[in-house]
């Protein structure tokens, strides 16, 4: 296999994990704005580029879904895809790489996700702590792994340069 | 070899920053600030908020109409480890405490403390005849402890038990004494007394206290009579705002004439808030959460008329920038700087300048949310022997026949001056005042009773004690009340005669129609606002159906109207009219 062509299928691969990863946080976004009763902070952005009346025109919409949706969609699997896309990231920046960095960054991942977790258990972030949330967590960072795993073990020889 | 490993590391690391900043972010605006409220499947409501530290308070329990806590609800508290520790039983009505409070703390130990449309009043057994209240200790804490006892209560669940408020507001009362000023300086001196004390430990009572008085502040708006009319117009009328703050809120109006804003002003930023308010999609009044929708729709309609002037585009602007970069912002501040705008106002206001004036009568609730200053006011007021309003409150006693009822008043405290006039103002429009039908039931403080006769039946009538002093003249809660016999007979109930009018606003004449079940006499009348009969017409013989009358109107004079349509049996019902002239 020549170089550039494992350039290329590299470059393709990193942009396909890119995408999953924007789309799962766009997803979990959606899941905030549209089904949570309670508005986020971000709503504040919404403020400052002028769309808040649409917003509040869409919520009103989306969040008489609320009660029929059950709650783990609601309150936890937005944390698993956002758990989902910084694995996905982190991994494939690093993976392959044979600096000493990278060990950091992966550890980083559960750092992070379980991070925020004990933080509002320990009442030192605002929040509630839930095992929902970590167990959606868990799944994320395990499926970001498995995902970036698969792909890297079937392309292996063609990322040896 | 090792350059570029290097360098492509580094690149890898700034990458791996910029993911983590960016996600790190959005985990942390994703927090939720405020509360949540959903349905439960009882019917019930339940509303959580969260506090700083992780401290929980849910309220659970049931809403009237405007969406306002009515019957038993429990406020719990639990803290960042998910215990129980504070709970309260409590009836409310129209949102506020009325009855027998019961507070349980985590020591087990249980307060009874007896409120009447949230105010505390002395009397074990909560029975409706209870003396006058005088708190013993005339301190800012003594008050505060004494009046707002729910409210030191929510402090103690959040970390803040008696010893620790009642420090902090001595220690506040000895900054603000250590100046001689007079009353229309005291809410100047207060804010400086907590500039001072944010640089103390005391700082977090101080942002706790601050975001409890928004919350209290919000409790207040919903008995606000533009809010109140909103939600009447959309769920209970045709959604003319104008007409029904015209019918039931004609007092809302007056307040606003003195404000500089003529009734056909006010019609026509009605007619444009209505515009918007049908631009959005139509929710059902029996909609679990139609109230919070009017709510929502209500500030963004209203912010959007008020947004449309020029000026106050860029006054919004400005004001939205300094909440977002979450400067504060000084509610007695922005009051004095409306007011003084508003003294300079033209005749023939706009709707963004009329927008204004109704967003300024809501959010000036805000400025008496916060109770630890209101405790500290009073305490000075006493301090310094100024006389302030009364504080009265009223309770319904019952109905004693169809067309009477008995009410209580009682007059908690004289305001620190003698009691000269006292009685119960009433009619059928939402917080009647002195210049309305009024009952003069004697002087001074205490309990009295007003017996009101000669109501029309089946028609609502709003009812509020009121007592004068030299201060000037206080009004106790309003209550509302339709005036039927005991034996339950629904006046208002309008689903066997569907008695209906059209057209309503009318001018010369009018076309009434409603179903009768057999061939028996029916007798409509028209009474003014004071219960005077202005035309009575027998519709004798009508058929079983639906009947269809006109009714000539050229010779009553324009304004509001009662009409009735009885039936033999005593089945009546009532329907407000407007005549134009």
Redesign the interface.
Known sequence: MDKSFNYRSNYFLKSIYIYMSSLA?LA??LI?ILF???????F?WF??VGIE?WL??VR??S??V??ILPQWIVYSM?SGL?AF??TL??LS??TG???I??YF?FL?IPV?VFG?EVL????D?????CLNDILWSAIGITIGFITVSVRYRQNLPRLKF | MKKV?FK??FW??V??MI??AV??Y??????????????LPDGRYEVSK?Y???N?ETVTGNVDFNGRWDGPVTVEYQD?NYILTHTEEVNMEDGYRHGISKVTYPNGKVENICYRHGTRVDSENCEKKSAAIDSEDNTGYGIFSYKYPWFAFKLDALGFDDNYVKAYIDTLESILYSTEFGLEEFDDMYENVLDILEETPYDSIIQVNAELSIFNGLDLILSHEFRLATIHSYGKSDGNTYNVVKLIYPNYLLSLNELGVTDSDFEGFCSEYDLIMSS??P?APDDP?FVD?MD?RMF?TLD?IYSSGEESAKKSQSL?SAV?SNKDISMRDLEQEFLSRISSQSINLTPSEISEIVLFTILEKFIFGDLINSAVKEAFTIKKGIVVLPTVITVFSGNTSSTSAVLDGNVIEDGGGEVTSRGMAWGTIYNPTTDNQVLLLGTGTGEFVANLTELTEGLTYYARAFAINSAGTAYGNVISFIAQNTTGINAGDLSTLDFSIYPNPASDKITITFKAEDSEGMVFTMFDVNGKVILQKELANRVTGENIVNVDLSEIKGGLYVCQLKGDETTIAVQTLLINR
Not at chain 1, 120 to 123: A, E, F, M, P, V
Not at chain 2, 31 to 38: I, T
């Open positions: 946080v979990g976004g905030y949570r009763p309670t508005e986020p902070l971000f504040n403020s400052v009346n509040y025109t009103e919409e969040l008489s609320y009660s937005a956002w896309a910084y990231i982190v920046i690093w790489s044979k600096s960095l990278k960054w980083s992070l925020f509002q258990l320990t009442g972030l605002q929040g509630t702590f | 490993t492509k590391s890898q690391s990458l791996s993911a983590l996600f790190a959005v985990a942390i605006a994703s927090f939720g600030v405020a509360s949540q409220k959903r349905q969260q700083a530290k992780g929980t960042n959005f999609n929710v959460f929708s929502q963004i959007s939205k977002l």
